[in-house]
């Protein structure tokens, strides 16, 4: 076989990004309050954690602290959260904490993973449809819809994330206005790729513009696809389950990586995480513990929905846990990113997911959904769910710590000139701090002589023992970790305290 090049001959179609600066040492009281490691979704720290998983038969559903060195046992994951994705050699950091520099050093990298390039047109008598495509075998049902979302008519161009079965597809859309009776004054069209892994699209987004803009002008003009699919064509792994196979653990150093977050960067602009937490203002606490108990969510917005796939894919960054082991009993909590009416199927099996639609139909179809979003309003058709709607002031109290960290972070900025750090750093690493601490102290409390969580504990994972008390029971419950939940009664402290499994 012969060996691709990292680019095609004569076509220069990826996003380079600038050159990686070598990264600052980590502050201790960084790595002291990042319990980082293996992630459960989507990201991953570059710091081991003192955690391991207890499977003793005695306590087969516990977690327990240990001290010391977390094991190098090979740790495999599977579907979006568990591609072991590195970017091109000098951009960003790999998926998994690693560096350039530690890929260099192991030989790993993620390789190019196109396993289809197409094109979408909207025929005036037969609607969307393949134009065409490369391989010309692949099974492309769907995507058709999947890539040129129902009302883009209105609009001149979007971009659309998207799941076709194990794949991931990314698709630019451009709408020009044509003289031509036949197609009603307007031509139509959206050229995408499919991937095992979204984390590498990014880097075919401005290829993909272009040639889009070129369907649009030049009909039937493929030679440019072409030679990108011979050069960027996957080798998938002889298993045939389409999963890009993750990197072994082992390889991961004590190390806190500039980066802790690769998806962000290299799944959408600059500005997409602090534009999703501005948006949705103190909800991204709602937000927050929706994601945690992997709820199924789904978001209404009218095109364009480029910017509402950031949306899908920053509510799974709110979930991020990177304590080895956590969540192994919990549903995978996976973006399905843009989903039309013809998803309806797939989604009735889904547990645990976030999508977006353009379809308001989906609105009454309750069922397929636990938490609806429409713009900056999101509410729950479940009782069970509802208390979870309110704010309490342990929420606001988080909301007020991320607003004052994000100040000084741009007076650092301003004032000292600090461009080791951004916005998106700081988001992330908060709400994965504040998910470490929570399963950190359930872990210890699940491992200890006497598994009983007080409303004290509950306090120091920054929740309010009262308001909190149903999220940390449905949490413990998905989690599948075995403690004993004692909260006070508040309407008579004079009372035993009540205790829950």
């Known amino acids: 076989m012969v ?42 720290g570059g710091v081991r954690a003192d955690i391991s998983l207890n499977t003793s038969p005695a306590r087969p559903n516990s977690v327990t602290a240990v001290s010391g060195e977390s094991a190098h046992s090979p740790h495999k994951h599977s579907g979006p959260g568990g591609d072991a994705s590195a970017t091109d050699e000098e951009g ?71 799941r ?32 095992p892994s979204y984390t590498l699209l990014y880097r075919y987004m401005h290829f993909l513009e272009n040639q889009v803009r070129h369907q649009l002008q030049c009909p ?40 802790m977050h690769p998806e962000m960067k290299i799944t959408h602009p600059a500005g997409c995480m602090s534009q999703f937490i501005r948006f949705f203002g103190e909800q991204i606490m709602v937000l927050w513990k929706f994601a945690l108990l992997r709820k199924r969510i789904l978001i209404f ?19 991020n846990v990177s304590i080895p082991g956590m969540g192994v009993s919990a549903p995978e909590f996976r973006p399905f990113f843009y989903i039309n009416v013809a998803d309806i199927a797939t989604l009735e099996t889904e547990v645990s997911y976030v999508a977006c639609t353009t379809e308001k139909i989906f609105e009454e179809k309750k069922e397929l959904y636990d938490v609806y979003i429409d713009n900056q309003n999101v509410k729950t058709h479940r009782e069970s769910l509802q208390p979870l709607l309110r704010l309490n002031s342990a929420d606001r109290e988080k909301y007020r710590k991320l607003c004052e960290q994000r100040q000084l972070l741009l007076y650092s900025q301003e004032v000292d000139g600090d461009c080791t750090s951004n916005e998106e750093d700081l988001f992330i690493l908060f709400f994965m701090e504040q998910n470490n601490r929570i399963f950190q102290t359930l872990s210890e409390v699940a491992g200890s002589a006497d598994p009983t969580l007080s409303a004290e504990h509950v306090r120091a994972m920054g929740l309010d023992p009262q308001s909190d008390r149903g999220f940390l029971v449905d949490l413990l419950e998905i989690y599948g970790i075995d403690v004993m939940l004692v909260i006070d009664n508040p309407c008579c402290p004079q009372c035993c305290p009540e205790e829950l499994m």
């Open 3 to 44: 060996e691709q090049s990292d680019r095609a001959p004569l076509l220069d179609w990826e996003e380079v990004p600038p050159a990686e600066l070598v990264p600052a040492a980590p502050s201790p009281e960084t790595e002291d309050s990042i319990h980082s490691g293996l992630s459960s979704y989507p990201t991953e």
């Open 220 to 259: 039937g003009q493929y030679s440019p696809l072409e030679a990108f699919y011979e050069d960027k064509k996957a080798v998938l792994p002889s298993g045939g389950n389409g999963l890009v196979t993750a990197c072994p653990t082992s390889v991961l150093g004590p190390i806190v990586n500039r980066c």
């Open 92 to 162: 960003d950091c790999a998926f998994h904490g690693l560096s350039v520099r530690d890929r260099r050093v192991t030989g790993w990298e993620e390789k190019d993973q196109i396993v289809a390039v197409f094109v979408v047109t909207f025929d005036t008598r037969s609607g969307n449809m393949i134009e065409w495509c490369l391989p010309q075998d692949v099974n492309l049902e769907g995507v058709e819809f999947k890539s040129m979302a129902s009302g883009s008519h209105r609009i001149s161009s979007d971009f659309i994330y998207f």
């Open 164 to 195: 076709k079965g194990c794949y991931f597809g990314l698709a630019c859309f451009a709408n020009m206005p044509v003289e031509s009776e036949l197609e009603r004054g307007a031509r139509m069209k959206s050229v995408g790729i499919l991937s």
């Open 301 to 319: 917005s009218p095109p364009p929905v480029g910017v509402v796939c950031y949306r899908v894919y920053c509510c799974c960054c709110l979930a």
